[in-house]
């Protein structure tokens, strides 16, 4: 089992800059693909940002690219979500999500991913 905690949401304003943590914990000695989800109000659950089990690849959706960095600390089993130039369609509870141990690939669908964190809001408002 991996365990999957979320820190930093809050609120900004457009423009502003937030880093988003997720600390794992349990089977990821070898690693394991993780990704950022994002929900807003009466929406589906959307794939932002995915990096592999060596953080060596990412794939972005493509309204985030050029603006958000997934990244990946092994020695302190995080990821992190770098998010810069925020605006209002940013707005919504972000989930990390990690696939199971052994599996390869990022993928978009949530329906792939095994372990999911609780969620945190990120509000942008002016």
């Known amino acids: 089992q991996v365990q999957l905690v979320e820190s930093g949401g809050r609120l900004v304003q457009p423009g502003d800059s937030l880093t988003l943590s997720c600390a794992a914990s349990g089977r990821t000695d070898n690693g394991i693909v993780m990704a950022w989800f994002r929900q807003a109000s009466g929406k589906e659950r959307e794939f932002v940002a995915g990096?592999?089990?060596?953080?060596?690849?990412?794939l972005y959706l493509d309204s985030v690219k050029g603006r958000f960095t997934a990244s990946k600390d092994d020695a302190k089993n995080t990821m992190y979500l770098q998010m810069n130039s925020l605006n209002f369609e940013d707005t919504g509870v972000y989930y990390c999500?990690?696939?199971?141990?052994?599996?390869?690939?990022?993928?978009?669908?949530?329906?792939?991913?095994?372990?999911w964190g609780q969620g945190i809001q990120v509000t942008v408002s002016s």
């Open positions: 990096i592999s089990r060596g953080g060596t690849a990412t």
């Open positions: 999500a990690g696939r199971r141990p052994g599996v390869l690939s990022i993928l978009r669908g949530p329906s792939s991913y095994d372990y």
